[in-house]
């Protein structure tokens, strides 16, 4: 999959002082404090400048080398891509746990959302490289989860049976290098998921 900037041989970069910054009265603590994966969305539609302003996020994240490595592939909605999708997630389910309500489960978590984003990582030169450059995509990828806060949306991270039939990467027309990091499931949460977490003294060792 190449975009038009790659087949061109021409990549026009913006600096931060020529972005645009969305108005929001979230802040970033409240966003980290706040973000919580739902496994129900509302059928309630996202507009796609918004996902424009999520994926428009994700490219700030820190990228050692500033190799970008990141690559996405959105699913819209009833598209026949998602259905596609879908479709393999159900099947590998049901080879992998042979009971079909699980795997119509797994077919609804890629048809579901308002949008579905596959995300994918390119490998680098060397092994340290690539490690670099998924470390990177993974920001990439909870920059669209803070900021999907501050829009009152929810990101699901799925790294299961929606993201490894072996079918997936032709179907999305990924590249056979690429690595799959996750699929982000995005819409208006239909639920309000509570969490909690250790404190972190318990990871934490200061030293003089």
Known sequence: MTSSAEASGKTDKITADRVTIPATEVTVYQA?????????FKDQPVPRQVLQRLLESAVWAPNHRLTEPWRFVVLEKGGQARHRAAQLSYEFSMQRNHNPARAEAARQAVMAPSFVIY???????????TQENYAAVCCAAQNISLAAVAEGLAVTW?????TR???LKETLGAQPDWKMVTMLSIGVPAE????????????????S
């Open 158 to 162: 799925e790294t299961g049976g929606p």
């Open 32 to 40: 980290l404090y706040r973000r919580r994966m739902a496994w129900q």
């Open 165 to 167: 039939h072996l079918e």
């Open 119 to 129: 995300v994918y990582c390119v490998p680098g030169s060397n092994e340290e490289v």
């Open 192 to 207: 309000t998921p509570q969490s909690g977490r250790t404190p972190v003294s318990n990871f934490v060792r200061w030293l």
